[in-house]
């Protein structure tokens, strides 16, 4: 039996999860949510992907354009196992009484309070937590992305400090800024440090700033050591980690533009980076401390995710099986 997965909210994340659940062989995708008949919406349609309107408020948009919907949201939760909410942050919370009052499951992004969901999840540091649940959150990019790394190196973390260089706005966004100005966090710490601790047990604390670029986040991250570890060890478990590549500036990489233009080279759809990009020549041990930059594709890291997600929440699968089966179809390469 395939599990039924509908996309609440086909915008960046919503149509590259929807993409990826089509790949699997396990998942069925019955239908995304739009709130008005865009180009987006047309495309879906072209690819034969039943569109529904994401509430009644909304149908008066696609009669006008006449643009034939499959029904609204609440027609497209009867038909699902589970939703896939991916509509802007906060709103997912709003929505969950629909998803309970339907009787289905529900993935919430990082953009919802931990309290939303019964866990906040990163498939290689918590898939159990997920097993059989109702309502799992995939954390937000950036956490993503600390987690994958942080989580491998738990053994040897006392505390970590780590700064966030985020992207100001997606690339198909034109009204988010700053275009000309640096924008940081001033709470201390940023969001990323506690959600980090939602899913793995460790002592860490973030600063975040924003900055005028589209393609990727970066993150300066420095470890104060419990147990002594070498570079060469460091590398070693990242090398042997599913979702991190190591990439060199001796090979070119020198910026997130050429980690972009790796993804284009593989041919990735929307040229997606899955996986968390670490520079191998910024792994440094000094005394007790470790040292590392990273950078995070934004649109697409939590993708896996979320398909890991369902396969937890459904039981389909255990965590090594459910990763190796969304790594093949996606494409990732470790
Ligand atoms: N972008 C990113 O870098 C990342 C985002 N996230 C999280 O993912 C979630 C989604 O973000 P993102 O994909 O960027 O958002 P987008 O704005 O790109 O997409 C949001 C989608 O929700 C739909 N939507 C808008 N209003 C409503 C509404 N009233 N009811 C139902 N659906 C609505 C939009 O439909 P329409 O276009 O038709 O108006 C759109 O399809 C957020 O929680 C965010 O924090 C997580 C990781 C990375
Ligand atoms: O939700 C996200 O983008 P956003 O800036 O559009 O809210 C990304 O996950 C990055 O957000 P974060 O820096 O809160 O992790």
Redesign the pocket.
């Known amino acids: 039996m395939k599990v039924r997965v509908g996309v ?7 149509k590259r999860v929807a993409y990826a659940v089509s790949k699997q062989d396990d998942m069925e995708l019955i239908g995304v ?4 008949p ?1 180009f ?1 919406s047309y495309r879906a349609k072209e690819l034969g992907i039943p569109v529904y309107a ?2 009644e408020e909304f149908l008066p948009r696609f009669e006008k354009a006449g643009f034939e919907v499959a029904g609204t949201l609440n027609d497209l939760l009867e038909k699902v196992d589970v939703i896939v909410d ?4 906060g ?2 919370a709003k929505n969950k009484a629909l998803y309970e009052k339907a009787g289905v499951k529900a993935i919430f ?4 309070k931990a309290s939303t969901a019964e866990v906040s999840f990163v498939a290689q540091a918590n898939y159990e937590k997920a097993l059989g649940k109702d309502y799992v959150r995939v954390v ?2 950036n956490t993503t992305g600390l987690t994958r790394t942080l989580s491998v190196l738990q053994e040897y973390i006392d505390y970590v400090y780590a700064v966030m260089i985020r992207r100001a706005a ?1 690339p198909n966004d034109s009204k988010r800024g700053p275009v000309n100005a640096i924008t940081p966090s001033v709470t201390v710490p940023s969001h990323h440090g506690p959600d980090v601790q939602t899913v793995i047990p460790i002592n860490i604390e973030t600063m975040a700033f924003i900055v005028p670029t589209t393609l990727m986040h970066v993150h300066s991250v420095m470890i104060e050591l419990k147990k002594p570890v070498t570079r060469e060890d460091v590398i070693d478990i990242f090398e042997n980690t599913t979702r991190v590549l190591l990439f060199e500036k001796d090979k070119g990489f020198e910026s997130t533009a050429q980690l972009i233009e790796f993804a284009r080279d593989l041919h990735r759809e929307w040229n997606n980076l899955y996986e968390i990009a670490v520079w191998k020549e910024s792994i440094s041990v000094k005394g007790n401390r470790l040292f590392y930059i990273q950078a995070v594709h ?2 697409s890291d ?1 993708v896996p995710e979320n398909v890991d997600a369902i396969r937890a929440m459904f039981e389909m699968a255990d965590k090594w099986e459910s990763i190796r089966k969304t790594n093949k179809s996606l494409g990732i390469l470790k």
């Open positions: 609440n909210g086909y915008g960046t994340i919503g949510t739009k709130t008005k865009d987006e994401a509430g991916a509509t802007p942050g709103m997912g992004q990082g953009g919802e937000s990019c997606d934004q649109e939590v």
